[in-house]
């Protein structure tokens, strides 16, 4: 409004930056790269042609590395980076930024949709993360990306309890931009692909996918904040074409006693589904995904909320 134009936010590599602020805020698709703004140690020689790199993503979840949601976001974003994935043998929700004690983590390596995995056995998503940023990636990566998780990871609540947080989380207390995307599903849905998926139900999270990479080609035009270093985007199961995007507040939310008795032993009764009503504010992550909007909050790497 005054003239002035503010700088973009940090996407932790500097030319990632640059390339980012010099494409349209309107762009629907990658942006053009102008080798001159990138540093020439990005720049790599091939014959006598300078060949630029991609920007280096690490990919992660805590459904396990055959999720439907995982294996949707690796397709979508495979043309936009150079992709590393290390992930859970098997499912690790509801544990937070929880590290394995000490001990041993093995290391296996699974073929998925023709793209070699990193298997963590016994290991949770920020253990998978660490791994990934100091051990497994050929470089430092220029951003972490969780997902996309089997229901929606809003509310304070939820947003604490999960290991997609928690993994995008690890990345951001490292100095390492973390998302961290989930997909709202009906109760109904979730509890079905939390028993089983197959190749079929990739298909339902390919919308998302192609929401989280939109979002990262439109970066500038979402986070104004250059403090944000841990995003939680949370996707509507019903998408609009095209997508629209609202930074939000989470809703403060308690889900109360998570467990039952039965018998003389209390069992988990799972996280509960949170229903927008007259009472979930509008503007909340909730409430806006309740609209049909994709939702995100942003944070600083001490999980203080940066507000632009």
């Known amino acids: 409004a005054n003239g002035t134009t503010a700088s973009p936010p940090t996407f932790a590599s500097a030319w990632m930056k640059r390339a ?6 309107n762009a629907s698709r990658a942006p053009e790269i102008n080798f001159a703004l990138i540093p020439d140690q990005t720049l790599k020689d091939c ?73 963590v056995q ?16 050929p470089r430092k990566p220029d951003l972490v990306i969780a997902g996309i998780n089997l229901g929606a990871n809003y509310t304070t609540s939820l947003t604490l309890a999960s290991g997609t947080v928690g993994a995008a989380l690890e990345a951001a207390v490292n100095n390492v931009m973390g998302i961290a995307a989930s997909l709202e599903l009906d109760a ?8 089983t998926w197959d190749d079929s139900q990739v298909a339902l999270f390919q919308p998302a996918a192609r929401a989280v990479k939109l979002f990262l080609r439109e970066w500038r035009t979402h986070v104004k904040s250059p403090r944000a270093k841990l995003i939680n985007l949370i996707v509507p199961q ?20 998570v467990f039952v008795k039965r018998g003389d032993a209390y069992y988990n009764r799972g996280r509960g589904f949170i229903q927008a009503n007259d009472a979930v504010p509008r503007a909340s992550d909730v409430g806006t995904v309740a609209q049909g909007i994709v939702a995100f909050t942003c944070y600083a790497g001490n999980l203080e909320r940066v507000i632009p």
């Open 20 to 25: 980012f602020w010099n494409c349209s805020a």
């Open 47 to 119: 014959g006598h042609i300078r060949v630029s790199m991609k920007p280096l993503a690490l990919l992660t979840n805590d459904d396990g590395y055959t999720s439907p949601g995982l294996r949707a976001l690796r397709r979508e974003l495979a043309d936009d980076f150079e992709l590393v994935t290390v992930a859970p043998a098997r499912g690790k929700s509801w544990i937070g930024k929880a590290l394995s004690n000490p001990g041993g983590l093995t290391i296996e390596t699974q073929r998925v949709d023709d793209a070699e995995i990193f298997v």
């Open 122 to 137: 016994d290991g949770a998503p920020a253990d998978c993360a660490n791994l990934g940023m100091y051990h497994l990636c």
């Open 188 to 195: 109904e849905m979730e509890r079905r692909l939390h028993e």
């Open 238 to 257: 019903h998408l609009p074409e095209p997508p629209r995007f609202m930074e939000c507040a989470p809703l403060p939310y308690a889900y109360g006693s």
